[in-house]
Structures are given as structure tokens and as C-alpha cells.
Nanobody
Framework: VQLQASGGGLVQFGGSLRLSCAAS????????IGWFRQAPGKEREGILC????????CHADSVKGRFTISRDNAKNTVYLQMNSLKPEDTAIYYC??????????????WGQGTQVTVSS
């Protein structure tokens, strides 16, 4: 099981980024998956998670209306579209899964993280 996150970078306040998480070693379509982030000095938080049927199973109020999660099962990839970025969105972003169809709790499997920095 491997998760490879990419797409991070430096962006100005109000800008957009799309993160990708390519899964290998398992079929993403069968499982719930989520995006998490950890800012310096803060605990890791779940941002958006979806079940295998794309039901919302976790979300952070701080990203409501700005971030969306989606998956492309043909590419075995999940995305995080981030719009209207703010400096407080600066963090390392991770994708993760428990290899469970409906929950992302632990999670047990993590990608390596991609840095997102939003300048004011």
C-alpha cells in the first residue's frame, strides 16, 4: 500500500492549488480516503474524507466552501481542490486511508505529505 501526495507549493492569499494523491497496491475505489494537514505547532487535523461511495465522512469547518475532495478511480487518485487559500492553510498535507470502505479513523496508511505555504 502506497500513497504519493503531490501538488503543494507556494501560493498567494486567495489563490488556488490542487493536490493529488496517487494510490498503489490497492484499488482506491473500494475504500474511504481522506486529506489531513498539520501546521507547525498544531495537531494534525482531518480536512475532508470520503467513503467508497463518495459520502462525506469527515470535514473541517475551516475549509467549508473552499476545499473539495474528489477521486478519479480510473487513475486510482484522489484530489483536494483548494480555493480562496489563506495563510492559516499553511501546513503539510497528507492523504491517508484505513483500507476500510466507510471510515477513516486511524488512519493506518499515510502518504509522505506535501507542503502548502500561503503568503499574505
Amino acid at each position: 500500500v502506497q500513497l504519493q501526495a503531490s501538488g503543494g507549493g507556494l501560493v498567494q492569499f486567495g489563490g488556488s492549488l490542487r493536490l493529488s494523491c496517487a494510490a498503489s497496491g490497492f484499488t482506491l475505489d473500494y475504500y474511504a480516503i481522506g486529506w489531513f494537514r498539520q501546521a507547525p505547532g498544531k495537531e494534525r487535523e482531518g480536512i475532508l474524507c470520503i467513503s467508497n461511495s463518495d459520502g462525506n465522512i469527515c470535514h473541517a469547518d475551516s475549509v467549508k466552501g473552499r476545499f473539495t475532495i474528489s477521486r478519479d478511480n480510473a487513475k486510482n487518485t484522489v484530489y483536494l481542490q483548494m480555493n480562496s487559500l489563506k495563510p492559516e492553510d499553511t501546513a503539510i498535507y497528507y492523504c491517508a486511508t484505513d483500507l476500510d470502505p466507510v471510515v477513516v479513523v486511524g488512519p493506518d496508511y499515510w502518504g509522505q505529505g506535501t507542503q502548502v505555504t500561503v503568503s499574505s
